[in-house]
């Protein structure tokens, strides 16, 4: 397993605005993607750090965006984010969701994110087989 120890320190932006997503990296073009729910358009996503592939980040905003919608919990947030990854990536994916937590993780290369969409921050990453 070729893995990765992550820290928090580089960061990049996701801002919804008017029902579309604009991403905004460092060096590269913005790119729109339209937002299934006005609800959702409404949070700020803010990439804090990310070693994942610019699909799979997508993914997951539009995951954790589902599960705020679903459930009241950050626990069950937590858990169908874990399971619609296991689910469509293999496991084993961990997941923290919370407003604050301290944590330092290995994790397989390209497949970590920590994110906010306030008020939550996320801590997404796979290990293990």
């Known amino acids: 397993v070729d893995a990765t120890r992550s820290h928090f320190g580089s ?3 996701l ?3 008017h029902g579309s997503a604009r991403v905004c990296a460092p060096g590269s073009n913005v790119r729109k993607a339209e937002a299934p729910d006005p609800a959702m358009s ?5 990439i804090k750090n990310a070693d994942m592939s610019e699909q799979m980040q997508q993914e997951v905003i539009e995951c954790a965006q589902q599960a705020m919608d679903k459930f009241n919990t950050e626990r069950d947030i ?3 984010i874990k399971k619609e990854f296991d689910k469509r990536h293999s496991p084993f994916w961990h997941i923290m969701v919370g407003k604050n937590f301290g944590s330092f993780v290995t994790h397989e290369t390209k497949h970590f994110i920590y994110f906010q969409i306030q008020p939550l921050f996320f801590l997404l990453f796979k290990a293990g087989q």
């Not at 409404?42 to 803010?46: A, D, I, M, W, Y």
Request: glycine share 0%; charged share 30%; net charge positive.
């Open 42 to 46: 409404e949070r700020k996503v803010s």
């Open 15 to 17: 801002f919804s605005a």
């Open 11 to 13: 960061s990049r932006s």
């Open 78 to 80: 937590a858990n169908f």
